[in-house]
């Protein structure tokens, strides 16, 4: 699939995403940057990791600032948001994989509870 095609898709899937697809995207993405990142990181492309780290950094800001504070847990959301950001900030600066690991392990447990929210709320992803 040649690169224009490939951006029209994930814009369209951005664009008819509902809400709950959304936050599984952006939580995705984190992952995906992380890796990257750490990738980078071990190839001592540090210009690519930092990169590719602030992105995912990006991501933990706006899943933070989208909390919706009309339910009482988003205070503990947003206590693992802004630890997973400044996790974020530190491996970077020092670029240091081990940190960046621990705290991609929380981001994929996030993600992988969030899923099972929409499973059982049957808001699957299309």
Not at 38 to 50: C, D, G
């Amino acid at each position: 699939m040649d690169s224009n095609k490939l951006n029209a898709y994930q814009r369209n899937a951005i664009l008819t995403a509902s809400p709950p697809e959304l936050t599984l995207m952006l939580y995705e993405g984190a992952i995906k940057f992380c890796n990257i990142g750490i990738m980078a990181i071990e190839k001592k492309n540090y210009e690519e990791a930092n990169t590719n780290l602030k992105k995912a950094q990006a991501i933990i800001t706006e899943l933070r600032v989208t909390l919706d504070h009309k339910y009482p847990v988003w205070e503990d959301f947003e206590r693992v948001y802004d630890w997973i950001y400044r996790r974020l900030i530190e491996g970077n600066i020092h670029k240091d994989i081990e940190v960046i690991e621990d705290t991609l392990k929380y981001i994929r447990e996030m993600r992988d509870t969030w899923k099972e929210v929409m499973r059982r709320n049957k808001v699957l992803p299309k």
